[in-house]
Every structure is written in C-alpha cells, then in structure tokens.
Antibody
C-alpha cells in the first residue's frame, strides 16, 4: 500500500486549500476500508482531521468541521480534502493514511508541508 | 472528544535499558462487544511519517521488533521498549479510534541518556 499527498505548498490567508491523496495497493470500494487525514504543525503533535470510508461515510474533527470537506474518487484511487478560510495557524504537514475499520492507521503518505502566508 | 494524555512528555533512557511511556484516555476505549481496546501506538522519526507499532493496545504490527510491547485496558495504557536501541530515538504517540475524532496524545520524545 502506498499513499501520496499533493497540492499547493503555499496558500494565502482566507484561501481554500485543496489536497489530493493518491493511493495504490487497495481500493476504496472494498468493504471496511477508509482513508484519513492528519496534520502536524512544525514541531508539534499530530492532529486528526477527517476520515472517509468505502461506503462514503465521513467524519470530521468537530473543531474544524465547518471548514473541511472530504470526498473520494474510487475510479481514480484518490481522496480529496478541502479546507476553507486558511489561516497561518493552519501551517502544517498534512498526511493521508489508510486504515481498516476498527484498526489504527497502518500506512501513511510522506506528507506535504503547506505554509499559509501572505 | 476523548482526550489522550501521555506521560512523560520526554524521556531519556540509557542504551539497553527499559523505556516506559504511558497514555491515559478521558473515557474508556474498550469495545466491550469484542473485548478489544481501540488504541494504537505510533513511532515518528524526524522527517518521516508516523509508523504504526501496536494496534488494539497490545498487538504488534508485522515486522515490529519484539522489544516493543503494549499493555493496558480501558483508560490506561503503556508502551514498553524492553531494551532501548539507538534506532528507537523518536517521538511516540498514542491514538484512540474508539470514537471520532480519533484523537492523538501530545507525544513523548524518547532520547538516549
């Protein structure tokens, strides 16, 4: 299983961030499979953001729920995360990761650093 | 949200000695239907993504050295490294996946004394 995050490295405050997770080695049409998004500000801890399952069930961090949207394109093996109204505090490395339902995140992308600055 | 609190925040241990990291959840993560604790441990080295070490509180992932072990149930969990090796220097995180958001602990930085 491999995953890779892609998207802009620099966004301006108030802009919308769109990140794509392109994966291989599994299908998001397979029962019990999910892809999560996690971020990590420089030098800080991991923060769970969102999760989408094979059946299109979606979960979001309550503190960011109004700003996040996660979607999947099963035919392209991609998951897309959008985050609106970006702020400098959203500067972080953003990771996507694979999981099976009721397990941990067993495969991670390398992450992509997104800087929010004018 | 379930709050995950790790202790200590940092730890220095001599090579070959035991390292112990604790993780406490603000509510139980034991799924009573299957008697499984929905708790994972990750290792993160600088510049790398986290690596899943232990799942269901005590099940080592394939390929993880047996010096790593996890224990605990309900709200209190422990990651133990029985004999610290130089390559174990990293930040370790616990995570609960009992309920969303699947929160992480704040991390424990493990160094060589």
């Amino acid at each position: 299983i491999t995953l890779k995050e892609s998207g802009p490295t620099l966004v301006k405050p108030t802009q919308t961030l769109t990140l794509t997770c392109t994966f291989s080695g599994f299908s998001l049409s397979t029962s019990a499979v999910g892809v999560g998004w996690i971020r990590q500000p420089p030098g800080k801890a991991l923060e769970w953001l969102a999760l989408i399952y094979w059946d299109d069930d979606k979960h979001y961090s309550p503190s960011l729920k109004n700003r996040l949207t996660v979607t999947k394109d099963t035919s392209k093996n991609q998951v897309v995360l959008t985050m609106t109204n970006m702020d400098p505090v959203d500067t972080a490395t953003y990771f996507c990761a694979h999981r099976q339902i009721n397990t941990g995140l067993d495969s991670w992308g390398q992450g992509t650093l997104v800087t929010v600055s004018s | 949200d379930i709050v995950m609190t790790q202790s200590p925040d940092s730890l220095a241990v001599s090579l070959g000695e035991r390292a112990t990291i604790n993780c406490k959840s603000s509510q139980s993560v034991l799924y009573t239907s299957t008697n499984e604790n929905f708790l994972a441990w990750y290792q993160q080295k600088p510049g790398q993504p986290p690596k899943l070490l232990i799942d269901w509180a005590s099940i080592r992932e394939y390929g993880v050295p047996d010096r790593f072990s996890g224990s605990g149930s309900g709200t209190d969990f422990t990651l133990t490294i029985s004999s610290l090796q130089a390559e174990d220097v990293a930040v370790y995180y616990c995570q609960q996946y009992y309920s969303t958001p699947h929160t992480f602990g704040q991390g424990t930085k493990l160094e060589i004394k």
